[in-house]
């Protein structure tokens, strides 16, 4: 992971006697953490800062880990913020960490353990010079790949270094791997099981007895961190699995899981989608209906699970819809409408994996969800008192033989101006943008919702154009009757 480390205050020790000066005490990693959190607990601060939905459940158990003292696994579909959560313990470490200077696997000024560090300690005494890494230096992470080999994990031989002129046997002519370079910091390791078996075993040491073996190098290196892994539980059981002796190295297993309630998954997309246009808060609640019919559907195959990606592009699709609008309608503000969803949703098959027996069928049935989303929300947000003025109304203008179109490129002002001044859309909007101020876009948005939960509760009919739709009353007209 790239990190851009901010440079160490001027004030802090350059060498070890000024270390000692300073009262430094050292620590190590987990007993860092440990009073961290501890401090953090007692003054009622977040612990775990930008994870969404886990505050009473995996936050708990991921703070009794670390005040165990355990390494852990997380254990959950994909796009469950497994990696994320991992990422936000560098916030747990203290800012700054002393370390012997130039050592590439971070050593204790006040007990160095590699080979060059002992001998300068030795040489030097107290004017052993150290510098200071960042907590954000402090992480080191691995994807799980079948090519990974012992040597990124561990290190190997540095022919380099043999042809400078060391001896073959000389413990400094290793290259440490990612593991050691992380020493006194945070390993992770995402997709643990896709780890090939023997290389599994290679960690073993790691975990239990803290130290690592070069090849055949008579090294006994002892390391300070916290490993913590990722794993999905599909791939845990079927594509790949973590060894039975890895995993009883792991102190706890925690289960993630996705958001458990719809605000909660509507605070994630608003958290972290990169929305570029107004996104309606009615647009937010129905994406994160249909994510969660998406999930509770027999037609998805929910082993794989239905990342937040799905709804974070859900969401950022329609920002773009927006935005192609305004640019080629004219609006001034783009502004996200419920016709937009059937058109981004072509763009959200790949991040879906369907039942065999839905082959063929995997559009249809993503729109046939997300229609049943929007009924869901227009139900929730527009079915109380306030709204009910302006949907009669609405459906009267409708049975006046109005019809009402509506495009991908048509501007919110055309949808007003088409209605015309309705008794009670100032009523609608508060009902379904609580705290939002009303401008064109936002009403015609709550326009075009209005109508669209009007044709799924079949008081209206509804024909689809291919880049839009055309609202009609569902009451046969004067002719018809008269036939």
Known sequence: MTTFAPTPPTDLPTDLAGLLDSGYQARTVKQELQENLLTRLREGHVTLPGIVGFEDTVGPQVERALLAGHDFVLLGERGQGKT??????????????????????????????????????????????????????????????????????????????????????????????????TNRGIFAINELPDLVERIQVALLNVLEERDIQVRGYNLRLPLDMLVVASANPEDYTNRGRIITPLKDRFGAEIRTHYPLDLELEIALLEQEADIRAVIPKHMLDIVARFTRAVRASPAIDQRSGVSARFSIACVEE?????????????????????????????????????????????????????????????????????????????????????????????????????????????????????????????????????????????????????????????????????S
């Open 84 to 181: 994320r959560l991992i990422r936000s313990l560098i916030g747990l470490l203290d800012e700054w960490m002393p370390i012997v200077k130039g050592c590439e696997i971070n050593d204790e000024p006040t007990a160095p353990v590699c080979a060059r560090c002992r001998r300068l300690a030795t040489e030097l005494g107290d004017a052993l010079p150290i510098s200071w890494r960042h907590r954000s230096e402090r992480y080191g992470e691995k994807l799980a790949t079948p090519d990974t080999s012992v040597g990124d994990l561990v290190g190997d031989v540095d022919p380099i270094k043999v042809a400078e002129g060391r001896t073959l046997g000389d413990p400094e002519t290793i290259h440490f791997g990612l593991v050691p370079r």
């Open 318 to 482: 329609l920002s773009g819809a927006a935005l192609r609008r305004a640019a080629i309608a004219g609006d001034d503000e783009p502004v996200a409408r419920v016709g937009d969803l059937i058109d981004v949703v072509p763009a959200l098959r790949g991040k879906v994996e369907f039942d065999v027996t839905e082959e063929g069928f995997e559009e249809e049935t993503l729109v046939l969800l997300a229609r049943q989303a929007t009924a869901e929300s227009w139900r929730a947000l527009l079915s109380g008192q306030q709204a009910r003025p302006f949907l009669t109304h609405l459906v009267e203008w409708f049975d006046a033989g109005n019809t009402l179109a509506t495009s991908d490129v048509m501007s919110g002002r055309e949808i007003l101006n088409a209605i015309g001044p309705i008794e009670g859309l100032g009523a609608v909007v508060g009902a379904a943008e609580t705290g939002m101020a009303e401008t064109p876009g936002l009403a015609a948005a709550c326009v075009e919702f209005a109508a669209e939960g009007l044709w799924l509760t079949r008081r209206i009919d509804k024909d689809d154009t291919g880049s839009g739709a055309t609202y009609a009353s569902s009451a046969p007209t004067d002719r018809e009757t008269n």
